[in-house]
């Protein structure tokens, strides 16, 4: 089993910038490809960004190309998602998912672990 924590989120401004962490703990030495998905209120749950296990795979929606980042820190146990530019249309519940596979997967049904989750709040 891994257990995922986020960790970073709040209120911002639009414009602002936030980074939002996931720690991973428990069964951590497989390759795990790991993600990120938003919740939006009365919306279904949306890819945001995913990586794969080495960090050297990366894929954004859309929606949030060049304005966010996502790494990892393999040694760390931690994942990270660099959010810039931020809009009011950016508010959700963030979570950070882990798939017990190193290739990285836009589908969250392809990942096997979930956190939380962390708000974030884009106010105009």
């Known amino acids: 089993q891994v257990q995922l924590v986020e960790s970073g989120g709040g209120l911002v401004l639009a414009g602002d910038s936030l980074r939002l962490s996931c720690a991973a703990s428990?069964?951590?030495?497989?390759?795990?490809?790991m993600g990120w998905f938003r919740q939006a209120p009365g919306k279904e749950r949306e890819f945001v960004a995913a990586?794969?296990?080495?960090?050297?795979?990366?894929y954004y929606a859309d929606s949030v190309k060049v304005r966010f980042i996502i790494s990892r820190d393999n040694p760390k146990n931690t994942l990270y998602l660099q959010m810039n530019s931020l809009k009011p249309e950016d508010t959700a519940v963030y979570y950070c998912?882990?798939?017990?596979?190193?290739?990285?997967?836009?589908?969250?049904?392809?990942?096997?672990?979930w956190g939380q989750g962390t708000q974030v709040t884009v106010s105009s």
């Open positions: 428990g069964r951590t030495n497989g390759n795990y490809a």
């Open positions: 998912a882990a798939r017990r596979i190193g290739y990285l997967n836009t589908v969250s049904a392809a990942y096997d672990y």
């Open positions: 990586i794969n296990w080495s960090g050297d795979n990366t």
